[in-house]
């Protein structure tokens, strides 16, 4: 795996926002990362199913919540 100065991640943070996102889980040991803009605690889960998110969907990646 590659290492990412803070500054390479900040570049890509800026350019890539889902790159940057893959990068991040990867390094904090697969931990889901999402845009902190995208999705809150508290706001209803994107899945549907109507319940708050972080009694829901909150461990699942960026990727699987904008399915």
Same mark, same amino acid.
């Given at each position: 795996?590659?290492?990412?100065? @803070?500054?390479?991640?900040?570049?890509?943070? #800026?350019?890539?926002?889902?790159?940057? +996102?893959?990068?991040?889980? %990867? &390094?904090? /040991?697969?931990? @889901?990362?999402?845009?902190?803009?995208?999705? #809150?605690?508290?706001?209803?889960?994107? +899945?549907?199913?109507?319940? %708050? &998110?972080? /009694?829901?969907?909150?461990?699942?990646?960026?990727?699987?919540?904008?399915?």
């Amino acid at each position: 795996m590659k290492k990412w100065t @803070p500054e390479e991640l900040e570049e890509l943070k #800026k350019k890539d926002i889902k790159q940057y +996102c893959d990068v991040r889980a %990867k &390094l904090v /040991k697969n931990k @889901p990362v999402a845009p902190k803009s995208q999705f #809150k605690r508290n706001d209803p889960c994107p +899945c549907g199913s109507g319940k %708050k &998110l972080k /009694k829901c969907c909150i461990d699942k990646t960026y990727e699987e919540l904008i399915k």
